[in-house]
């Protein structure tokens, strides 16, 4: 049991490390600079936070089925109804991000 928790949770903290460490490496980034005349941009940040929102939206899909909901995820149309609202939702702010303010 101790090996199944350490593997489900050095996985989880595998996936963002490797994003930042693939984004750092690069040939496009650029590190950031401190300027305070300038609007604070990532992309570091962005990768982190994209990948977490599909972290969460996982993570309720997989404890939705524990107890005392042992149903079938189909049978709760609430929460289907919200996971797909959730993932529409992160899907458009990956593809569509906002533009300059």
Do not use: H
Not at 49 to 56: A, D, E, G, H, R
């Amino acid at each position: 049991m101790c090996v199944s928790a350490f593997l489900n949770k050095s996985g989880v903290n595998c996936v963002p490390a490797f994003l930042k460490f693939s984004i750092l490496n690069s040939y496009r980034f650029t590190p950031f600079i401190v300027n305070p005349d300038e609007k604070y941009q990532s992309l570091e940040n962005t990768a982190v936070f994209n990948i977490s929102l599909f972290q969460y939206i996982i993570l309720a899909v997989m404890f939705a089925q524990g107890a005392p909901f042992r149903k079938n995820l189909l049978s709760n149309i609430p929460f289907l109804v919200d996971v797909l609202l959730c993932v529409v939702v992160a899907i458009w702010i990956i593809i569509y991000p906002a533009g300059e303010c």
